[in-house]
């Protein structure tokens, strides 16, 4: 029943705010900015293949810069626990490269390394590694300290130490950023297409800006939300499949 | 008897933002190998500290500790020490047969056939039947036994307790004492328990040392010559109550002088 009624609300919500919209342009209440969510419908239906034409290099380039910034944030998490002298350098410096506005560097980057695949995949990365960063040394900090005499006491290494308990007892902290990073991932990708591409949704949502074509725009934010979704819940299943034995995991 | 664990002259400071507290203040003790020795004394006297300090999980300020003629450090290396906490500290991402099998694991003896199996040490606390369950879905007793059972797999030749039963109800208390004097006899180790219970001390040990606290002090050592095995029934006996009177005056002498 709980669940039922998680997924039928909002469903219900974005029903009635749709129906909402479409009364409200039919009456002449909206500007043209705002199109009736039929035309909008009918235009997605007319040519369906090109979103999809411009979903897969976004969902590429997003996935790439994700699994990027997954490794490299593990790996400096896994050093700021091991060696902790290294933590407040490795924050400050996430802090001061988070800092940096990403529509302001992404420029940049493409001067640097060119409007190609690494490029927005490196720019999806910078956009989604600054919270699975701080989630992950978070995690690797809220380590039990009896299990943690418990490793002293067991003479394990720090390989050990890692492995058998930083790692696990972290996930939980893990995947909550992670599901916080999934959807700006996405988000990086976007703005890096727009600085340079010829496919991907923020090319076709650029293009049917310049043309003027507000369903077309629409479809591009509408496509853009359904693949942030899509990457939240992925993360959100697969975190299910991984974590086990933690209190708030058999809640369901 | 050949000596299990030799104290002696330890002393034990914190340091504070101003200045240093003594936790432990000249302490010297002694426990023959395959006594059950107990720590007895109020909040704040230091014992669970000591046995921090045999475990080698903080080094004493002065004095030495031996373990069958080894330093802390050594005889943990070697996995001679199984320590029990307050808590049962179980990994909780771990099913009871993977905790137990913890210790092994990481001294990376799995395949030393030498070793108890966990199977044998689940059956020795008596858990035959939640192997493969997490420790979420035990009891906090039947957990302290899981915690029990991991610090024994390594066959240490010392079994430290720092109040395993501290956390339960005086019923499940009793009756998880009674198992391990079972397991401790069965296991043939030295044990050292530290508890704030005088009942518990006098029905476990054959020798209880009382501590003071402020600093933590020794001020008896009191040795308690009862019959083994230790049944219930006991507990009603003159020679039980003549024990824990003399406990009691042992603590309790330190407080009218106070």
């Known amino acids: 029943m709980k669940r039922i009624s998680a997924i039928a609300l909002p469903l219900l919500l974005a029903g009635g705010i749709t129906l909402l919209l479409e009364a409200a ?25 090109v979103v999809w034409y411009h979903l897969v290099p976004t969902l590429a380039s997003a996935s790439a810069g994700y699994g990027a910034a997954l490794v490299v944030s593990l790996g400096f998490a896994a050093v700021a626990t091991i060696v902790r002298r290294s933590a407040g350098t490795i924050t400050n410096a996430a802090i001061i490269l988070h800092a940096i506005p990403l529509i302001a560097l992404t420029p940049l980057l493409v001067i640097w390394l060119g409007a190609g695949f690494e490029t927005r995949a490196i720019i999806a990365a910078i956009a989604c590694f ?41 996930l939980p902290y ?4 992670m599901k916080i990073a999934a959807p700006a991932a996405v988000l990086g990708t976007i703005i ?15 293009h049917a800006l310049f043309a003027y074509q507000p369903p077309q725009v629409w479809i591009g934010i509408i496509a853009c939300c359904v693949v942030a979704i899509l990457a939240y819940f992925t993360v959100a299943a697969l975190e299910r499949l991984v974590v086990r034995g933690h209190a708030g995991d058999a809640a369901e | 008897m050949a000596q299990a664990l030799s ?13 240093r507290v003594t936790a432990l203040e000249d302490i010297s003790l002694t426990l023959a190998a395959g006594e059950f020795g107990a720590i007895i004394g109020p909040s704040g006297c230091g014992k669970s500290t000591l046995l921090r300090l045999i475990a080698d999980i903080l080094p004493p300020t002065a ?72 420790p979420a879905q035990l009891s906090g007793g039947m957990q302290q036994r899981a915690a029990i059972a991991r610090a024994l797999i390594l066959r240490p030749d010392m079994l430290l307790l720092d109040e395993p039963f501290g956390a339960l109800d005086e019923i499940t208390r009793q009756r998880m ?14 044990a050292l328990l530290v ?6 001390a006098a029905f476990m040990a054959d020798r209880v040392f009382v501590m003071s606290p402020r600093p933590g002090r020794l001020v008896a050592e009191i040795i308690i010559d009862l019959p083994r095995p230790r049944r219930i029934e006991m507990m009603k006996s003159p020679e039980f109550f003549a024990v824990v009177n003399q406990l009691r005056d042992a603590l309790f002498g330190q407080d009218a002088a106070a």
Not at chain 2, 177 to 190: F, Q
């Open chain 1, 25 to 49: 342009q039919r009456a002449g209440l909206m500007p043209v900015t705002i199109p009736a969510p039929s035309e909008v419908w009918s235009r997605f239906a007319a040519a369906p293949e």
């Open chain 1, 130 to 170: 600054f919270p699975i960063l701080i989630g992950s040394i978070q995690g690797f900090r809220a380590i039990d300290a009896g299990a943690q005499e418990l490793m002293h006491l067991l003479g394990a290494n720090p390989w050990q130490r890692f492995r058998l308990l930083a790692l696990p007892s972290a």
């Open chain 1, 174 to 177: 893990l995947f909550a950023s």
């Open chain 1, 192 to 206: 890096a297409e727009w600085a340079g591409a010829d496919r991907g949704l923020g090319i076709l949502m650029l």
């Open chain 2, 7 to 19: 104290i002696r002259r330890v002393t034990k400071e914190f340091p504070l933002a101003n200045g």
């Open chain 2, 63 to 134: 004095g030495q500790i031996l373990l069958g003629g080894a330093p802390p450090a050594e005889a943990r290396r070697r996995h001679q020490i199984g320590f029990v906490f307050q808590q049962a500290t179980l990994l909780p991402w771990r099913t009871i047969r993977e905790n137990i099998a913890l210790p092994v694991q990481v001294a990376g003896r799995r395949s030393d056939r030498s070793l108890p199996s966990a199977e044998a040490l689940i059956a020795l606390v008596g858990l035959e039947g939640f192997a493969e369950a997490m």
């Open chain 2, 177 to 190: 004492n009674l198992e391990l004097l079972r397991i401790w006899a069965e296991a043939g180790t030295t």
């Open chain 2, 195 to 200: 508890t704030h219970s005088i009942g518990e």
